[in-house]
């Protein structure tokens, strides 16, 4: 079966369209590319998104498009039934037939019948018919086209040099006007710089937002109070005028990753099997992915790295504890109770939607919605600046007042409920012993707290660690690695005595620069700021020196394996997002494609959970901290206590000695203003004087026991961060943006080199064979591309899975003594020639930062490649 008739299936519509109908096929240029592979069931069917957890309306979007197809091979005329399913449609659904129409290659033509029956239905539909598209036949606009709709056209279509306007204040375009940049990637650039955009930039593009604002405001002043027409078109000019000076400015200011392309990353990634969705020979399990070899790799060498940043560099004890946890210990830690998200189900058919998701998800559409009102945008804007700390009675206010349905259906939502996020199960045959997968892995360090306390003598501060897979039943898991049911998790527990949280290493970071988005900030609708975390300490921003030095670490970690530091933040959690029990939580946030994803929490826990465990399994805890204890002793003066008292002396001088502080507080009192006091012994009176006796007063260190630590706590979601690193080394060949490759940090990336024969003539055999020993020799990673393609595609395809250096096995390398071979640069494709016997060391230093790519241009002689 091919992955034309597969995708039929998909769609539900095998009966009514034959594949065997070429003139069908034809009119789809996306299957009918897919008619000619041949590959197995299911491969890359969801490449172009049809996956119906990512968009759930695809079957009936994609059901109209061919049905239309179909239709038009007789009569390009709409039928009643059609008329009337459109005009049924909703608004969402309109706007995903022309997305798809388009992704499929569709000729649009065949859908201009429409253009009436939608002519007063929604004016993003009518902009759309008239819409102008690079490369592509836009629809004739006909008929009347009232001012409204010239005002939404107003983003695609804008007078610049090459127009004129006429008297009545009509734009008048030449006939060939120059291509724009697309409508997708202008709205991309704008949303982006509206969350990266630095104050430089700001200052910039505010007085051009401003214009627009007020040339809109203008015109539906002028449309309310009955202007005359002519008024009116000429304030639409100059609202075009102003949008694209704004768009324009957009495109000059924004940096290239704020146009990146997420569908050619995710291509890649499933053509290369970095990852792909389980079992999707049977139709795959949303929430659920299988790493091929290059993701395994990828987070192997992930893993490596951070528990040598953290476990060795630290010194933490690390422990491996199983995955199944009895009921009474989730209990007792309150995940059965609370560990749950909020769900709302359509009333009609009981489909779940993820409540906070949900109401993102409506409100950012209403945001792009040009009919909806300022007033509830800002309203929109405010719910999602609040909505993190949302629980169910807030988010059911949200969803009436705002009236959202299902965005599949279109029903009314139930209120939402809490859904615990646990996998059960039971242990045994009988089914009696209750048990969950462990939704994170904090637990197994918690519950063997005594024991890594025994192992540490019994001594304060230490930290643990744990890496391990840890199990969450997600509503409705989406958005690829972000949101899924099963994931590697690695933690950190430090426990520290709750009354001194300073880190004796904190100096050695305290000048570190983190950009912090605080929670005052975020109240006030400030941005992010970059402050020193000494600073952020010092001024009680971050609670204390434990939890900042994590946050500093954990900044230096995902640098370290790639992740662009313009693009990450930590933003502190309000104190309706925390948990009860917590004291200060930072999490470390990620701008994707997706936008803000948090991957680490950096958390102040205290003590709560320790103590619920001990609490739950009546356990004491036998654990001792060192603290300074203020002493004050009495000491007698023995040369004159002999000669006053005799052979009572030394029953005097024990007696002494065990004083208590408070009693020898008194007697110093005494002697100070009596000059004498009556120690009495055995009922016996000894009147001791000045010098008979010697206060001593001194501090000591003194072990104190029953000390419940507080928890700093740092979890990583290292599937989320893999994916955010897969975004940020995207990268697209300047001059040729279909090829596409990945510029991983050679610390990280997969495969370290590439060894590439320029031929399989036998000469260069041995050649071939002491490079694969000297990279052996040093513990290097490499992958052999002998096949007989030219040198550049092989290039291309070593590039596309991230290999950071190629290794070109030369005619000259057999006639040099000694053997030499080139070295190519996968970001810069410039080379270099060395000899085979510095080869290792060479990448072995490029791989573990101790040299740069230019250092190595530096020594050795530059190779000029022919293009490739």
């Known amino acids: 079966m091919t992955r034309a008739e597969v995708q039929l299936q998909y769609l539900n519509y095998p009966k009514l369209v034959s594949i065997e109908n070429k003139e069908v096929i034809a009119r789809i240029p996306f299957l009918a590319a897919l008619m ?94 008239t ?94 109070k009955g202007a005359p027409k002519i008024d009116i078109d000429k304030a639409i000019v100059e609202l075009k005028a102003q949008k694209r000076r704004l768009e324009e400015t957009e495109i000059a200011l924004a940096p290239k990753e704020a146009s990146f392309d997420r569908l050619k990353l995710e291509d890649l990634l499933k053509r290369r099997f970095f990852y792909d969705q389980s079992f999707a020979v049977y139709g795959g399990v949303a929430g659920l992915y299988d790493f091929g070899p290059m993701g395994c790799s990828l987070k192997a060498n992930m893993l490596q790295k951070w528990r040598k940043h953290f476990i060795l560099e630290e010194g933490m004890l690390e422990v491996d504890c199983t995955s199944l946890t009895p009921e009474s210990v989730q209990k007792a830690s309150g995940h059965v109770d609370r560990f749950a998200d909020w769900m709302v189900k359509d009333v009609k058919n009981g489909e779940c939607f993820r409540a906070d998701l949900l109401i993102k998800n409506c409100i950012e559409k209403l945001m792009n919605d040009k009919k909806v009102s300022a007033e509830v945008k800002k309203d929109g804007e405010d719910v999602l600046a609040r909505l993190e700390g949302f629980n169910g009675k807030d988010m059911h206010e949200v969803i009436t ?105 904190f100096a050695k970071i305290a000048d570190q620069k983190l950009v912090l988005l605080s929670a005052c900030d975020q109240l006030d609708g400030a941005p992010a700021r970059e ?24 900044h230096q970690f995902l640098m370290k394996v790639g992740i662009d530091g313009r693009r990450l933040r930590f933003r502190q959690h309000l104190s309706n997002e925390m948990a009860h029990y917590a004291q200060d939580c930072w999490g470390a946030e990620i701008l994707t494609s997706y936008g803000w994803i948090e991957c680490v929490g950096n958390a102040d826990t205290a003590c709560y959970e320790l103590q619920q465990h001990f609490k739950a399994t009546n356990g004491k ?55 004498l006091y009556n120690l009495v012994i055995n009922g016996e009176n000894y009147p001791l004087t000045p010098g008979l006796v010697n206060i001593k007063k001194y501090t000591k260190k003194m072990y104190k026991t029953d000390v419940i630590p507080a928890v700093i706590q740092s979890s990583y979601g290292i599937g989320r961060i893999m994916y955010a690193l897969l975004e940020h080394s995207f990268r697209q060949r300047e001059g040729d943006e279909q090829r596409t490759f990945l510029a991983f940090k050679p610390l990280v990336a997969p495969i370290k080199c590439s060894i590439l024969p320029i031929s399989a003539n036998e000469t260069l055999v041995p050649v071939m064979e002491a490079v694969k020993e000297e ?94």
């Not at 049905?67 to 049924?88: A, G, M, P």
């Not at 039943?473 to 994931?487: A, D, K, M, Y």
């Not at 402050?531 to 954990?554: F, H, P, Q, S, W």
């Not at 901290?625 to 052979?647: I, P, Y």
Request: hydrophobic letters at 35%; glycine letters at 4%; aromatic letters at 8%.
């Open 531 to 554: 402050v020193a975390i000494g600073e952020a300490v010092a001024n009680k921003t971050v609670a204390n020196e434990t939890l900042g030095y994590y946050m500093a670490r954990c």
């Open 621 to 675: 805890l036998d654990k001792r901290r060192m603290v300074d204890v203020n002493v004050v002793e009495a000491q007698a003066n023995m040369a004159l206590l002999g000669k006053s008292f005799k052979k009572d002396s030394k029953k005097i001088q024990t007696a002494l000695e065990k004083l208590p502080s408070e009693q020898v507080a008194f007697l110093e009192w005494e002697l100070s203003s009596k000059n």
């Open 131 to 224: 819409a102008e598209q690079e490369g592509k036949d836009a629809f004739k606009a006909d008929g009347e086209k009232d001012e409204m709709s010239s005002i939404q056209r107003s983003t695609d279509v804008m007078p610049n040099e090459d127009e004129k306007v006429s008297g009545d204040g009509q734009v008048q375009a030449k006939e060939c006007v120059e291509p724009r940049v697309e409508k997708k990637r202008r709205q991309m650039i704008s949303d982006y710089l509206k969350q990266m955009a630095t104050p430089e930039i700001e200052a910039q593009l505010a007085p051009l937002r401003a214009a627009v604002k007020e040339c809109g405001d203008l015109i539906r002043d002028l449309k309310a």
């Open 775 to 868: 990279l052996a020799l040093y513990e290097l990673s490499y992958k052999v591309d002998d096949s007989s393609g030219t040198i550049g595609r092989r290039y291309a395809r070593t590039d596309e899975i991230g290999i950071p250096f190629g290794i070109t096995v030369d005619f000259d390398s057999d006639k040099t003594t000694p053997h030499t071979v080139t070295i190519r640069h996968v970001e810069t494709m410039s080379q270099i020639r060395l000899p085979i016997s510095e080869l290792g060391r060479l990448i072995s230093d490029l791989v573990a930062g101790r040299q740069q790519w230019s250092d190595a241009q530096a020594k050795y002689p530059r190779f000029e490649a022919n293009a490739e």
């Open 401 to 505: 007042r705002f009236k959202f349905k299902s965005p599949i259906t279109g029903n009314d939502l139930t209120e939402p409920i809490a859904f615990n996020l646990m996998f059960p199960t039971q242990i045994g045959h009988t089914g009696d012993f209750k048990a969950f997968l462990r939704p994170e892995t904090a637990q197994g360090i918690f519950v063997n707290f005594k024991r890594l306390l025994e192992f540490n003598y019994g001594k304060l501060p230490f930290a643990a660690a744990q890496i391990g897979l840890v199990f969450r039943n997600e509503i409705s898991p989406r958005q690829g690695l972000i949101h899924v049911r099963e994931f590697t998790m690695c933690e950190i527990e430090h426990f520290v005595d709750p009354e001194d949280k300073s880190f004796s290493k």
């Open 36 to 129: 000619k592979s041949q590959n197995e069931l299911w491969e890359h069917v969801d490449t172009v998104r049809l996956d119906p957890i990512e968009i759930p309306y695809t079957r009936k979007v994609g059901d109209f498009v061919l049905r239309r197809v179909f239709k038009s091979l007789n009569s390009k005329e709409i039928d009643e039934e059609e008329k009337q399913e459109v005009e049924t449609m909703e608004h969402e659904d309109l706007m995903n037939i022309f997305c798809l129409v388009d992704e499929w290659g569709v000729d649009r033509e065949l859908f201009a019948p429409f253009r009436d029956p939608l002519k007063n239905k929604i004016d993003d539909i009518k902009d759309y018919w």
